[in-house]
């Protein structure tokens, strides 16, 4: 079976089923709206051909060579691509669902829309490429690298514990119940991020930008949050005891039923914030600016608010003892229209 052959059978709309096409030159080849059933492509050369839109079920393309190739809007499902080499490609709108996609070499490549489901991604380079929306649901993505790129992605339920993410800013990136544990974000730039219930535990976030991102029930503890620039971000529900947050810029950030027991804000501005229902117990708050800050209804026992700036800083029914104060000029202990508010809605709620 010749590489003409093949682009004659595609253009007459042929599905091409079963063909042993190991190591056959299709450079440059046109071959675009093919079908291609359980066909082998192993270190075929597709390097700068035209595959758009093409589908491709349970073929193998182990060790070919793809540079260049524009395979937008192509369907690859339960193929075998492992070693397979993309740099350069076009790839916008292109699927891979249940793909060995081990090692294969994505670098440099135009992503565009691209999306991958439950795929095996093991030591995969995606380092240089450009995204517009990447979609990962799921699969294997050991010692993925993402270096570099401006990532722009969906990750859902996915373990990235070994991805490399050096040199990387974030964009509308969503980290849904995925897997982060020990990653170094140090200095990078997060923005309108979603990290909603995703395993953070370790991951050194010191320095970074986290503007308008949303953490809200991930897990923290172990991790750092030290001079961070998180302005507007939310962290209801956060699990984040014992972390240090000194330093940091949280203006307008919501802590809602967070978990901050033994939390470290020292010297942070924290004006505008929104701590109802937070545990701050032991947390230590000294310096810090809590400027129009609210912490009714939290658990304030032991925490250290030494040196700290109020204003007009609710603690409405907050838990107090033990709490340690320089100074309680600013503080507005109980407020006396939620008290009445309070009254009333107790009044109407009795028999």
């Given at each position: 079976m010749t590489p003409t052959r093949i682009r004659s059978m595609v253009q007459r709309g042929d599905e091409i089923r079963e063909k042993n096409l190991k190591g056959l030159n299709f450079r440059g080849f046109d071959l675009s709206g093919g079908v291609f059933l359980s066909c082998d492509f192993t270190g075929?050369?597709?390097?700068?051909?035209?595959?758009?839109?093409?589908?491709?079920?349970?073929?193998?393309?182990?060790?070919?060579?793809?540079?260049?190739?524009?395979?937008?809007?192509?369907?690859?499902s339960r193929c075998e691509l492992p070693g397979a080499r993309m740099p350069g490609a076009s790839l916008d709108g292109v699927?891979?669902?249940?793909?060995?996609?081990a090692g294969v070499d994505f670098s440099g490549a135009d992503l565009g829309h691209a999306s991958f489901a439950d795929d095996i991604l093991d030591d995969a380079s995606f380092?240089?490429?450009?995204?517009?929306?990447?979609?990962?649901?799921?699969?294997s993505l050991l010692?993925?690298?993402?270096?570099?790129?401006?990532?722009?992605?969906?990750?859902?339920?996915?373990?990235?514990?070994?991805?490399?993410?050096?040199?990387?800013?974030y964009d509308k990136t969503i980290f849904i119940e995925s897997k982060l544990t020990g990653q170094a974000f140090r200095g990078q730039s997060f923005e309108n991020c979603q990290f909603t219930d995703a395993d953070l535990r370790d991951c050194d976030f010191e320095g970074a930008t986290l503007l308008r991102c949303n953490f809200k029930g991930a897990q923290l503890e172990g991790g750092s949050m030290r001079r961070v620039h998180a302005p507007q971000s939310l962290f209801p529900q956060v699990h984040m005891k014992g972390v240090a947050c000194t330093g940091g810029v949280f203006t307008q950030s919501i802590w809602i039923d967070a978990e901050l027991e033994g939390a470290d804000f020292a010297g942070a501005d924290l004006e505008q914030c929104v701590f109802h229902r937070?545990?701050?117990?032991?947390?230590?708050?000294?310096?810090?600016?809590?400027?129009?800050?609210?912490?009714?209804?939290a658990d304030l026992h032991d925490a250290d608010f030494g040196g700290a700036t109020f204003m007009r800083t609710k603690m409405h029914r907050a838990l107090t003892e033990g709490t340690r104060f320089s100074d309680k000029g600013g503080l507005l202990p109980n407020d006396p229209d939620l008290f009445a508010a309070e009254e009333f809605s107790a009044r109407g709620a009795r028999p």
């Open positions: 075929a050369d597709l390097s700068g051909a035209k595959l758009e839109g093409s589908m491709f079920n349970q073929c193998r393309f182990a060790d070919a060579n793809l540079a260049s190739a524009s395979l937008v809007e192509c369907v690859f699927m891979f669902e249940s793909c060995n996609m380092a240089d490429v450009r995204l517009e929306k990447l979609s990962v649901h799921g699969g010692r993925v690298d993402f270096s570099r790129v401006r990532v722009q992605a969906t990750f859902y339920r996915t373990d990235l514990r070994s991805a490399v993410f050096a040199g990387c800013s937070a545990r701050c117990s032991k947390a230590r708050f000294s310096e810090s600016v809590l400027t129009y800050a609210d912490f009714s209804y």
